[in-house]
């Protein structure tokens, strides 16, 4: 009698443990990712600071902006003047070894670069005589050349170029 007691103790234990298992595990994580706020607060005794974790900018309690609101209606994009229409339109590599590579400028600041068969969509905007165009968090800056041509290089790094050509 003694053996049968501990053997229907035992699985009733364990009976007890998987049903605990199994509800830890239905109330636990939904299997979205949890969601990440644009602007966080962090303070100690003394300081309050918020960060805009999409721009990076940061603000101190002691900054006489810190109470106003952070977000501005988008403004209008600009009309686009003087040069900053000579880059408008489609660019292709001119490089034999990166011929696969695209680039669409839009007259309302949207840059479209393709790769083989990828899309990827960003911004442009003319600084001085140069264009600076941002795809997936990085930035490219170029020239245009005495032939007509573009020369883009990755921002810091005018090592490596890449020429465009104009397509229709």
């Known amino acids: ?95 034999p070894q990166e011929d696969d590579l695209s680039i669409r400028l839009e007259p309302d600041g949207r840059a479209i670069a393709s790769e083989d068969t990828k899309q990827y969509e960003g911004r442009w905007r003319v600084e001085g005589a140069r264009v600076v165009i941002t795809v997936e968090d990085e930035s490219v800056v170029g020239e245009l050349q005495p032939d007509g041509r573009l020369l883009l290089w990755e921002e810091g790094d005018r090592d490596d170029t890449i020429m465009f050509k104009r397509v229709p």
């Not at 009309?79 to 490089?95: K, N, P």
Request: a negative charge; charged letters at 15%.
């Open 1 to 95: 009698m003694k053996g049968q007691i501990q053997i229907k103790s035992a699985v009733i234990g364990a009976a007890l443990v998987l049903a605990l298992v199994l509800l830890a595990g239905a109330t636990g994580s939904s299997g979205r990712l949890p969601v990440v706020r644009r602007f966080q607060i962090a303070c100690t005794n003394m300081q309050c600071y918020l960060v805009d974790t999409a721009t990076g900018q940061v603000w101190m309690q002691a900054d006489h902006d810190f109470k106003e609101p952070k977000l501005e209606a988008p403004a209008a994009t600009p009309a686009l003047t003087g040069d900053a229409t000579d880059f408008v339109g489609s660019w292709a590599s001119d490089d």
